[in-house]
């Protein structure tokens, strides 16, 4: 494992464009970064830590040790801040862009580069195509972006279940495994536990029930060493319903749409010209049992018919959806290629 003293973090708070306090954390290492600003965003309902799991190498020290200046969002899905009903809508108009501006004033960088993750991916992907973050030249999206397939059961889950539990739960959380706060909470990890057998940790198995349709969903347990699979017990927390809500309606439309209505984002991001001129690279575990590894795809297909030859799409063989980042092989696998992917030159 990597020594952690090698690295500094830094903490930025900025404010996003509705004035809720987010904040950027700055990784550097032991010499000054020799290449540019590179933003990682998480997905919901989790945080920016996701990015630091107990492996030998991690992705932030992988990117750090290779010369960028690490910059990771903590966005309003984040469980490190306040709760709050947030929509991909919002974070795409208030968060992403302030995020960027606040990381090119820190450093005087005209531009940046950016790893997205999920739902830190799908509403990073809303900024972009709507022109909201133009300094960002290279976007290496993970698991899903603008189109959005996911195995039948949790679109069952998503059209029935979630509209059922709204008025009585606001909110689930992967930490009711552990500890649930009232009776509900409680019916809903024991039905959980139930059905799930595939490990003894109960926070993994609420959040294969809250993200997807696996025994596990959003890792293969093969691909995580045991110190990864007990820490995610500690990095998954509240996700409101409010986003499974939009969710529903992306599944439904089969790409992403817009629910509140900004000015600022058109209401379906796939019936018009992306206002960006990024470059993209879209990753797909092909065991993702979270959003269908054909959800990169057709977001790839979509982008090379606008641009032939210039963007990318790789399928990981073996990989699902958070083990891209967290596996226990991912720096030996995946980050090489990330790395190639932000190093690649336009043409």
């Keep these: 494992m990597a020594d952690s003293s090698a690295y500094t973090k830094r903490v930025v708070p900025f404010r996003a464009g509705d004035g809720l306090q987010l904040n950027l954390i700055n990784v550097s290492g032991k010499h000054p970064a020799s290449r540019g600003p590179v933003l990682l965003v998480h997905g919901a309902g989790v945080r920016a830590n996701l990015f630091s799991a107990p492996v030998d190498t991690s992705i932030v020290e992988f990117l750090v040790d290779r010369g960028y200046d690490v910059w990771l969002e903590n ?22 862009p302030n995020a960027v501006r606040t990381v090119l004033q820190e450093t005087g960088a005209s531009s940046l580069d950016a790893v997205i993750h999920c739902q830190g991916s799908t509403s990073f992907m809303m900024s972009a195509v709507a022109g909201l ?33 709204r008025p009585l739960l606001p909110y689930v959380n992967p930490q009711w495994g552990l500890k649930a ?16 057998h595939e490990c003894d940790n109960p926070v993994c198995k609420m959040v294969s029930f809250t993200y997807g349709a696996g025994f596990p969903a959003l890792w293969r347990h093969e691909n995580l060493n045991p110190a ?30 817009g629910v509140d209505g900004f000015k600022q984002l058109p209401s379906d991001f ?10 993209f690279s879209f990753l797909a575990g092909q065991r993702n049992q979270c959003f269908l590894p054909e959800s990169q795809r057709r977001t790839y297909e979509w982008f090379d018919g606008l641009h032939k030859n210039f963007h990318t799409f790789h399928e990981l063989p073996g990989y699902s959806h958070l083990d891209v980042f967290i596996g226990k092989a991912a720096a030996q696998e995946v980050f090489p290629l990330i790395a190639a992917e932000l190093e690649k030159k336009a043409v």
């Design 75 to 96: 966005w309003r899905a984040s469980i490190d801040l306040p709760h709050n009903e947030w929509t991909l809508d919002q974070a795409a108009v208030y968060d992403h």
């Design 133 to 165: 973050v133009p300094e960002v030249k290279t976007i290496v999206a993970n698991a899903v972006s603008l189109h959005t397939l996911v195995p039948a059961w949790s679109g069952l889950k998503i059209r029935y279940f979630m509209p059922m539990v």
């Design 181 to 196: 706060p009232n009776v509900l909470a409680l019916a809903l990890s024991l039905g959980v536990q139930a059905v799930h």
């Design 270 to 279: 796939v019936a018009q010209q992306p206002q960006t001129d990024a470059r």
């Design 228 to 257: 990864t699979h007990e820490w995610i017990k500690q990095e998954f927390g509240d996700v409101p319903i409010s986003f499974f809500v939009q969710m529903d309606r992306c599944v439904r439309a089969g790409h992403l749409v």
